[in-house]
């Protein structure tokens, strides 16, 4: 079975532009989660789709958003990027089964670099 | 204020020692606590989990522990290989039925020959 892929693997914007992620989780997998992660900051809850609904969202200004699709395919987005989102952007999948030991399968992340 | 300290946040051993890393959290009410391995350049894989019943899980090498009257855990590495080096990052889950984490900052972990 695949496991979770993330286009791009890698980006370079400026300031100002906008910036949309994708993510395709494990075939089956209807939950989608993104996180940022820094250095200094280590990794950081962004939102949580599951059947095409937000569930979560973390402490992120509204320039960060995100979508999920019909067959599970996740989008973030991030308008009017700062110099300050530069990280690596995870996405993760698991399998909802109503268990509070559901795994997170991680996808490689797409490393975005602000200049 | 993190919910989920970790430490040390980094250390060099040498290959075949073995080491121990650690977890403090004040995540309540607490569901589970996973420990996750994430390789330069590579997303997170996960370790081992324990609930609140466990207190102790091995995957390999690797052997965590989980006192929860305390709220901390350990991972205990055995005989390190090249390949530990990596970053070990504890995240534990708030039983609010919303999958809600809270994650380290993660363990740098160097392995020398």
């Known amino acids: 079975k695949a496991g979770v892929t993330q286009t791009p693997r890698y980006l370079i914007k400026t300031r100002g532009q906008q910036v949309t992620l994708s993510c395709s989780p494990i075939s089956g997998h209807r939950s989608v989660s993104w996180y940022q992660q820094t250095p200094g900051q280590g990794l950081q809850f962004l939102f949580e789709?599951?059947?095409?609904?937000?569930?979560n969202k973390g402490n992120f200004p509204g320039r960060f958003s995100g979508r999920q699709f019909s067959n599970s395919r996740s989008e973030m987005n991030v308008s009017t990027l700062e110099l300050g989102d530069s990280a690596l952007y995870l996405c993760?999948?698991?399998?909802?089964?109503?268990?509070?030991?559901?795994?997170?399968?991680f996808g490689p992340g797409t490393r975005l670099t602000v200049l | 204020k993190n919910q989920v300290e970790q430490s040390p946040q980094s250390l060099i051993i040498l290959e075949g020692k073995n080491c121990t890393l650690q977890?403090?959290?004040?995540?309540?009410?607490?569901?589970?606590l996973r420990w996750y391995k994430q390789d330069t350049g590579r997303g997170p894989v996960s370790l081992t989990i324990?609930?609140?019943?466990?207190n102790t899980k091995s995957n390999g090498r690797y052997t965590a522990t989980l006192d929860a009257d305390t709220k901390q855990s350990s991972l205990h590495i055995t005989a390190s290989q090249l390949s530990d080096s990596a970053s070990y990052i504890c995240?534990?889950?708030?039983?609010?039925?919303?999958?809600?984490?809270?994650f380290g900052k993660g363990n740098q972990v160097v392995v020398i020959p």
């Open positions: 977890c403090n959290y004040t995540v309540s009410p607490f569901s589970n």
């Open positions: 995240v534990v889950s708030e039983e609010d039925g919303n999958n809600r984490l809270a």
């Open positions: 324990m609930t609140f019943s466990e």
């Open positions: 993760a999948s698991r399998w909802v089964s109503g268990s509070v030991a559901d795994t997170q399968y």
């Open positions: 789709y599951f059947s095409e609904t937000q569930r």
